[in-house]
Structure formats: C-alpha cells, structure tokens
C-alpha cells in the first residue's frame, strides 16, 4: 500500500509541477538555475526549486560539517599524544 502511496504522490508532483523533486535533484547546478528561472516567483514550481536549493545547502554543509568533525578528533588525538608524552618527559627529567 505504501508503494502505491508513494507512486500516486510522484504522479501527482510530476503532473502539478511538471518535474519530480528527483529529477531535480539530478540537475546541475546550471540547470536547476534555469529551470527556476522559467517560472515566475512564488509558483509552485519556483518554491520546488528553492527547497531543491535549500536541500544542497544542508547536504554541503553536513558533509563540511563531517569533515570538521573529523579534524577535530584528529587533532585531539594529537594532543592527547602530546600531552602524554609532555607527561612522561617532565617525569623523566624530574626524577633525575
């Protein structure tokens, strides 16, 4: 039933708006911007390609969000190693 669901829903966005959210998703930047720029403001059309926009946004910012998270346990690794190893070598050359 949610097949169906989903198939009528996709239909129906296709038919309303002309283009389905995926095949907007499959455009490039370059034609997604020309695709929007058939359409007059605030149609129904316009807004889908100003939440496909929005859609790229989050996904750019997540996978640079990911990246920075990563950095950071890079660099806490990092520290933590330092801050062992300035540990042992303050021992060792204080108990001399």
Known sequence: MED?????EAGFNKVRNGILAEELADMSDDNLASWQA????????????????????????????RKIAWLNIRWGICSAVIAVLATLAGAWMGGR
Not at 4 to 8: E, G, K, N, P, V
């Open 38 to 65: 058939g359409w007059k403001p605030r149609t129904a059309q316009d807004i889908l390609a100003e939440k496909e926009w929005q859609r790229r946004m989050m996904t750019h910012e997540f996978q640079l969000n």
């Open 4 to 8: 169906t669901d989903r198939a009528f």
